[in-house]
């Protein structure tokens, strides 16, 4: 699936069963809670915190699924074509750090 084909499903989907988008102000709330529990998920699973009971059936995959989920909901209502924007960032960090990390001693 494609970045644009991607937001074509989210779209279809809201319009037969989310009823509407949540507003932008919602979805980034909404986002922000995502991205907590990715990070809540990292923490125990990569790092040094435990789980808790019932907290280990998480799944990563799930989890950034649902952040792209409302990354795309907030591209689709703010007129954002993620395609053509990602394409745009990667030029940008073409140039901008074209051998910034290759002269970065910390990641050798």
């Known amino acids: 699936m494609t970045i644009q084909e991607a937001q ?3 779209d279809r989907w809201i319009q037969e ?3 509407r988008y949540f507003n932008e102000l919602t979805n980034m709330a909404i986002l922000t809670e ?5 990070a809540r998920l990292i923490a125990r699973k990569y790092g040094e915190q435990s789980f808790k009971e019932g907290d280990a059936r998480n799944e990563l995959a ?14 689709n209502q703010t007129g954002v074509d993620l395609t053509e924007a990602f394409q745009r960032n ?18 050798k």
């Open 34 to 38: 995502e991205v907590g529990e990715v």
């Open 8 to 10: 074509q499903t989210v």
């Open 90 to 107: 990667i030029a940008k960090k073409t140039t901008r750090d074209a051998d910034r990390h290759i002269k970065n001693e910390k990641l």
């Open 62 to 75: 799930d989890e950034l699924a649902d952040v792209l989920w409302v990354l795309i909901c907030l591209a």
């Open 17 to 19: 069963r989310g009823v």
